[in-house]
């Protein structure tokens, strides 16, 4: 069973940063769309952004767009989040898929594999 395996979170200040990154055990990432998605506490899970595998056309949420970035770096796909908020604060999973969606539906959750998820708390 493919298994993406996630890095980075923790606790942060609010104008601070963080790095998530998302690899994959059997998979070679490379050639799947990658998305990231967040569930804060009594929220539904909300995609945040996303990169797709040809192109590399990158997607994000209104919430995020200007402070968070998505990138492939070798075998990761990492998400580098700036500017945070305390209403940034949840369980951030990486999900990814051959067929990952793209386009007006690129916030669909509609992946094959997931991550385990990682806190990230923004406080003060």
């Known amino acids: 069973q493919a298994q993406l395996v996630q890095s980075g979170g923790g606790l942060v200040h609010p104008g601070g940063s963080l790095r998530l990154s998302c690899a994959a055990s059997?998979?070679?990432?490379?050639?799947?769309?990658v998305g990231w998605f967040r569930q804060a506490p009594g929220k539904e899970r909300e995609a945040l952004s996303a990169?797709?595998?040809?192109?590399?056309i990158t997607y994000y949420a209104d919430s995020v767009k200007g402070r968070f970035i998505i990138s492939r770096d070798g075998a990761e796909v990492t998400l580098q989040m700036n500017s945070l908020k305390p209403e940034d604060t949840g369980v951030y999973f990486c999900?990814?898929?051959?067929?990952?969606?793209?386009?007006?539906?690129?916030?669909?959750?509609?992946?094959?594999?997931w991550g385990e998820g990682t806190q990230v708390t923004v406080s003060s």
């Open positions: 990169i797709s595998t040809t192109d590399g």
């Open positions: 999900a990814a898929d051959l067929l990952a969606p793209t386009g007006s539906r690129w916030y669909s959750d509609k992946y094959k594999y």
């Open positions: 059997t998979l070679t990432l490379d050639y799947y769309g």
